[in-house]
């Protein structure tokens, strides 16, 4: 397979870059994770005023009707910039349930609201602690009705609706909740990265539009779930580069016996793996975007082993920035925690690295058969 991103696509990169430097910098990340905005509202509305938040979303619904290859390049520049936005949760996820099996209604309702950044969607699937299975969803809608508990979700806090999935007669099903009706109850909970806010919610008998067939939940969801790897994989593979650049400029100007601590073997053998773990991520996530764009059968397989390697790579490479500064590392002055936080945090998005996993095994088994 021989994969490039074009050249309107590397100047895409190159725009989005510049913007983020200007409007994402380690001080407006650190302004969220500090104080009380859950998001930076700035940030998220720049990025719906360079068409960003609606790139796959198509035309007629108020988006730019681009490819899924632009839609990798922003997630890899948002990761690296580390922007305090709800844009995988909106994006990758609730536009991508929409697209696929909104209604004609559902989708005029929200889509141009989402492109323009009026309306912010979720994901509100799990209810604890635990894999995420089908089987561990206990929320029920009766006569229309939802009632149930979900947490954590992400940016739950702070959308307008969520798409919800619930148990009914049929079987696991989708459902679209207005998260402003009657019924709803939502509580900001901690995480290790306050910068992406996530909520409790509890619904209790709030109105619940079917989204999608009844009882097919959770093939939509898994079919969602490796476009959505394969986009949160580039954003932990801007991260790792990102934490890998600083790691190489501290080797570099930091001083230790009249030498650069980049100079030292034992520094250059853990920037040395940090490299080598990064572009291994790379040529998985490129991978990835290959079938992600070409909608090839070997998606969930290409998605699986994106979300390994970039989930392994962006905790290699920002546990051992901390290393590669020292003592220093450590500190709240230095960035290094904010990759470190944010790299365990989107390794426990969609599931676990031990669930993908399990899931690129069951792939590989599948393909052997």
Not at 81 to 88: E, K, R, Y
Not at 121 to 138: D, F, M, S, T, Y
Not at 299 to 306: D, N
Request: net charge negative; hydrophobic share 45%.
């Amino acid at each position: 397979m021989n994969f490039e991103f074009s050249a309107e696509q590397v100047q895409l990169r190159e725009q989005v870059r510049r913007f983020l430097d200007q409007h994402s910098s380690s001080a407006a990340v650190r302004a969220v994770l500090d104080g009380p905005p859950p998001y930076d509202a700035g940030l998220w509305s720049g990025l719906a005023d360079m068409g960003l938040l609606g790139i796959v979303i198509p035309e007629a619904f108020g988006g730019l009707g681009l490819s899924y290859l632009e839609l990798c390049v922003v997630a890899e520049e948002l990761g690296r910039a580390l922007a305090p936005v709800p844009f995988s949760s909106s994006v990758y996820l609730a536009t991508e349930f929409l697209l696929a099996t909104g209604s004609e209604s559902q989708k005029r309702a929200w889509l141009p609201r989402m492109a323009s950044g009026d309306a912010i969607g979720c994901l509100a699937l799990v209810e604890g602690p635990g894999p995420i299975r089908a089987r561990l969803v206990k929320a029920q809608v009766r006569n229309g009705r939802l009632s149930g508990t979900k947490i954590p979700v992400a940016d739950g806090d702070v959308a307008d609706f969520a798409i919800v999935a619930a148990q009914a007669s049929e079987g696991l099903s989708l459902f679209l909740v207005d998260l402003a009706a009657p019924g709803t109850t939502r509580e900001t909970v901690s995480t290790i990265d306050p910068s992406r806010s996530h909520a409790r919610i509890t619904f209790d008998g709030a109105v619940a539009e079917p989204l999608g067939p009844a009882g097919h939940g959770w093939p939509i969801i898994e079919d969602v779930f490796d476009k959505a790897a394969v986009l949160i994989a580039f954003e932990q593979l801007g991260g790792a580069d990102k934490a890998l650049e600083m790691a190489v400029a501290y080797a570099r100007e930091r001083m230790a016996f009249g030498r650069p601590i980049g100079s030292f073997q034992a520094i250059k053998h853990m920037l040395a793996d940090m490299y080598v773990s990064a572009a291994l991520a790379r040529a998985n996530c490129y991978y990835g975007a290959w079938a992600l764009s070409t909608g090839a059968a070997e998606l969930s397989q290409a998605a699986a082993t994106a979300r390994v390697s970039a989930t392994q790579a962006y905790q290699h490479c920002a546990k051992n920035d901390i290393q590669v500064h020292g003592g220093m590392g450590f500190t709240w002055d230095l960035d290094c925690h904010l990759h470190y936080r944010r790299s365990n945090l989107l390794a426990l998005s969609l599931g676990s690295l031990s669930q993908w996993e399990d899931r690129l095994v069951d792939c590989l088994k599948g393909a052997v058969a």
